[in-house]
């Protein structure tokens, strides 16, 4: 099922031709939209719902929320980061059991994050989720930094890992 963001409606006026009446007409934001059962499937084959919390990294409120609602309704515990530094933060206080990382931020991007990760040692599993296309270099920086892409659209753009992962 492909799912788009509903984000809160933006009120956009609305010219008439009679000079009293003006109306308002919602105008909604166009978002990338993802498949939900995509990325909770993914989530899923890396860890439990009982393995603690999810971190979901993204600097775009509604796809954050979203990202966040379907897992809570799979039976994940979630926390957010809005950027690359707060994901950082994040992950030393809580220590996610799995995080979900957008790619294209302001400030550190996901290939940051996902580098500082790995460069401190973190095994963490990570899922990115994203609706850039990446080109091979990019594909396997992430595949040496361990990390599954699954693309904003719905389609899996990469599933392979190149490290086996402990994940209890």
């Known amino acids: 099922m492909l799912l788009h963001p509903d984000p809160q409606p933006t009120l956009a006026p609305r010219q008439r031709r009679s000079p009293v009446r003006q109306s308002r007409v919602l ?15 993914a989530v899923t084959r890396f860890v439990a719902p009982s393995a603690g919390e999810v971190l ?7 796809s954050r929320e979203l990202v966040g609602r379907h ?3 799979a039976g994940f515990s979630t926390a957010e980061a809005t950027n690359g530094q707060e994901a950082l933060l994040r992950m ?15 400030g550190l991007d996901g290939f940051d994050v996902l580098r500082s990760m ?9 899922i990115v989720l994203t ?15 361990m990390a ?4 904003k659209g719905g389609r899996a753009a990469c599933r392979e890992w190149t490290a086996a992962l402990n994940v209890s």
Request: aromatic content about 2%; overall charge negative; cysteine-free.
């Open 71 to 73: 897992l809570r309704r």
């Open 56 to 62: 979901v990294v993204d600097d775009d409120t509604t």
């Open 148 to 151: 599954e892409i699954v693309a």
């Open 27 to 41: 105008v909604r934001p166009a978002l990338k939209p993802f498949e939900a059962e995509a990325l909770v499937k």
């Open 118 to 126: 790995r460069e401190s040692g973190s095994s963490t599993p990570v």
């Open 92 to 106: 030393r206080v809580i220590g996610p059991s799995l995080v979900v990382l957008d790619l294209v931020m302001p």
């Open 131 to 145: 609706a850039a296309t990446l080109d091979e270099a990019q594909k396997r920086t992430l595949r040496d930094g």
